[in-house]
């Protein structure tokens, strides 16, 4: 994304020893790249709508293998429809179920997802079965 132009990025990881190794890994090829230590559950130093696009890869599953799975599930998607500007996108890459997924965000964070948001999903057929879930928050 970085060399397509899209230089504006903030990465953000609950994991300090993958925030220093991922900056120290792509600092010489993306300098304006910025990295944060966030908890995804609490992204409260960040603003309301600061962001046009989310990309979530493996961060939804990753709390939903964890503890209080769905309250926390609950949480974040309710932190990134916060954060997410209107129109912006949210777009999460994950192993889950389809069906399973579309449950969180209908019932939760993108209430009523039929009249709110425009949903695209598309199958990837890799190894395993890779989801694409595109949600235009509106
Ligand atoms: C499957 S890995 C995906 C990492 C990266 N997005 C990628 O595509 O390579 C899931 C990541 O979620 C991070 N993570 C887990 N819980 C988190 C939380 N509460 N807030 C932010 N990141 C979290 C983990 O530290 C881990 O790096």
Redesign the pocket.
């Known amino acids: 994304m970085y060399e397509d132009g899209y230089e504006n990025i903030t990465n ?4 300090h020893t ?1 925030v220093k190794y991922m900056e120290d890994k792509t600092k010489s090829r993306c300098p304006k790249m910025f990295y944060r230590q ?4 609490d992204m409260s130093d960040l603003k309301q709508g600061e962001y046009n696009i989310i990309l ?4 939804l ?3 939903l293998c ?1 503890d209080n799975s769905t309250p ?1 599930a609950e949480k ?1 998607l309710g932190e990134v429809y916060r954060i997410l500007a209107p129109s912006g996108t949210y777009i999460c ?1 994950t192993y889950g179920d389809e069906d399973h997924r579309k449950k969180f965000f209908v019932n939760y964070s993108f209430n009523n997802l039929n009249e709110n948001a425009s949903f695209l999903e598309i199958k990837l057929k890799l190894f395993f079965n890779v989801h694409i879930i595109i949600l235009e928050r509106i």
Do not use: A, F
């Open positions: 953000i990881d609950i994991s993958v966030t908890d995804v559950l979530d890869k493996g961060t599953d990753s709390i964890g926390n974040m890459v």
